[in-house]
C-alpha cells in the first residue's frame, strides 16, 4: 500500500512537471513566432523583449540593429516617454515622505511668482501634471507652428536644434509665457513640459538634482547599473541607432538640462528589473505610483502617475505605458494581480509600431490563462 501511493505520488508530480514544461515551452514557442513574424514583416528591425510569468523571466534579442548586429545584453535604448513613469516613482517617494501632496499647488516650490499657473482661481496641482490635464504646451520652447502639417523625416532633426542646450533658466522663462485656456484637471493634453516642471519641483523639494535623485531613489536600490539620465560619450557607443517608418536614421536626443520627459538610455536586462519592480503590489512607491487618479471620469480607463490604467470588468487590471523617442518604440504592461509583465522595445519609431508591441504584449499576457 505504501509503495502504492509513492508511485501514485510520482506519477501525479511527473504530469504536473511535464504540464508546467509544456505551458512554459507554449509560452516560449509563441514569443518567438510572434518576434519573428513582426521582424519578417519588415517594419520591425529588431526587438529586444522581457517577460515575466508563471514565475519566470522570459528574455529575447530578435533582428538587426542598423550595424547589421543583433541587439544584446549591452544595447542601450532611448525609452523615451518611460522616462516619465520613474519621474512619477520619485513624486511618489515624495509622497511617501510627506514632502507633497498630490494636490498641492506646484507653484509653491517653484522660485518666483506664476500668477499664469493657474484658471478662475485653480492652480496647476501634481495630480495635473501627471495626468496631463495641467494645460501647460506639450514642449519648451513652445512653437505649435513646427507640428502643423509637418515633415516627419525633417521634424527630429528641428526639435533637436530648438532644444540643444536648453537651460532650467530658458525653462523658467518659457513658463511665464504659459497662458491657460480652461480650468487644469479638466481636459487632457500631453504635455512634456508638464514631466520637466514636475522633476524641476522635486529637486527643489529635495534640494538635489534629478539625476542624483534618481540614482538614489530608484536605480541604486533596484541594483540598475546601466540605465542613465541623458546619454555620455561613454555610453554612446552602445546606444542602438534608430529608424523612423520610412527605414530613415533618426538622431538620439539632444542633451538639455531638464531631462524628466525622456531622456533615459537602459538596457533589457535592466528594464526587466524595473519591471519585477512594478509587480511588487505591496511596495509603498508603486501603490502610489498606480493608484487611480481620474475618479471614474473616463469609465474604465484611469492614469497613475505617469501610468496608463485599464479596468475590463473582472478581468485583471492592466497597468501599462509606451514611449516613443525619434527612432524607438517601447511598450511596457504589468497585470499585478497576476504577477505578469511584459517590456518590447524596438529602434524603429512610428504609432503603427506602437500598436504592434502592443499587441504582441496581449497575446503574451493572454497566453495559458
Not at 513624486?91 to 493657474?118: F, H, Q, T
Not at 527630429?156 to 487644469?184: C, M, R, S, W, Y
Not at 514631466?195 to 542624483?212: F, G, H, Q, V
Not at 504609432?351 to 495559458?368: M, R, T, W
Request: charged share 20%; aromatic share 10%.
Amino acid at each position: 500500500m505504501k509503495l502504492e501511493l509513492s508511485a501514485a505520488t510520482l506519477i501525479i508530480f511527473t504530469i504536473l512537471v511535464f504540464t508546467s514544461c509544456q505551458s512554459q515551452d507554449n509560452l516560449e514557442g509563441l514569443i518567438n513566432k510572434e518576434c519573428d513574424s513582426l521582424i519578417a514583416s519588415g517594419d520591425i528591425k529588431s526587438l529586444s523583449i522581457g517577460v515575466i510569468k508563471n514565475g519566470k523571466v522570459y528574455k529575447y534579442h530578435k533582428g538587426k540593429l542598423t550595424n547589421g548586429i543583433s541587439p544584446n545584453d549591452q544595447t542601450l535604448y532611448e525609452i523615451a516617454s518611460l522616462t516619465k513613469t520613474f519621474t512619477g516613482t520619485l513624486l511618489a517617494k515624495a509622497i511617501s515622505d510627506s514632502k507633497v501632496g498630490l494636490d498641492d499647488d506646484i507653484r509653491k516650490y517653484l522660485p518666483e511668482s506664476y500668477p499664469n499657473l493657474e484658471f478662475n482661481e485653480q492652480p496647476i496641482t501634481f495630480r495635473n501634471l501627471v495626468t496631463h490635464t495641467s494645460g501647460l504646451p506639450n514642449m519648451f520652447p513652445n512653437q505649435p507652428e513646427m507640428f502643423q502639417n509637418p515633415n516627419w523625416d525633417e521634424l527630429p532633426f528641428k526639435i533637436n536644434k530648438l532644444q540643444a542646450g536648453f537651460t532650467k533658466k530658458q525653462f523658467l522663462t518659457e513658463l511665464h509665457q504659459v497662458k491657460l485656456d480652461t480650468v487644469p484637471g479638466h481636459k487632457f493634453s500631453y504635455s512634456n513640459a508638464g514631466a520637466n516642471l514636475l522633476a524641476y519641483c522635486l529637486e527643489r523639494i529635495y534640494e538635489r538634482p534629478y539625476e542624483d535623485l534618481m540614482k538614489t531613489y530608484i536605480l541604486t536600490p533596484l541594483k540598475m547599473d546601466n540605465t542613465y539620465v541623458g546619454i555620455s560619450k561613454e555610453n554612446r557607443p552602445f546606444l542602438a541607432k534608430g529608424l523612423n517608418a520610412n527605414g530613415i536614421e533618426m538622431p538620439a536626443r539632444v542633451e538639455k538640462e531638464l531631462q524628466a520627459e525622456g531622456g533615459m538610455i537602459s538596457t533589457l536586462d535592466d528594464m526587466i528589473k524595473y519591471l519585477r519592480f512594478q509587480l511588487e503590489s505591496d511596495n509603498p512607491l508603486v501603490k502610489i505610483s498606480h493608484q487611480e487618479l481620474l475618479n471614474g471620469k473616463y469609465g474604465d480607463f484611469e492614469n497613475g502617475l505617469f501610468w496608463q490604467i485599464f479596468k475590463n470588468g473582472d478581468k485583471p487590471t492592466k497597468i501599462f505605458q509606451n514611449g516613443g523617442a525619434f527612432g524607438t518604440s517601447s511598450w511596457l504592461t504589468t497585470i499585478p494581480e497576476t504577477k505578469t509583465g511584459v517590456f518590447i522595445i524596438t529602434n524603429v519609431s512610428g504609432p503603427e509600431i506602437h500598436q504592434k508591441l502592443s499587441g504582441l504584449a496581449d497575446k503574451i499576457i493572454e497566453q495559458n490563462k
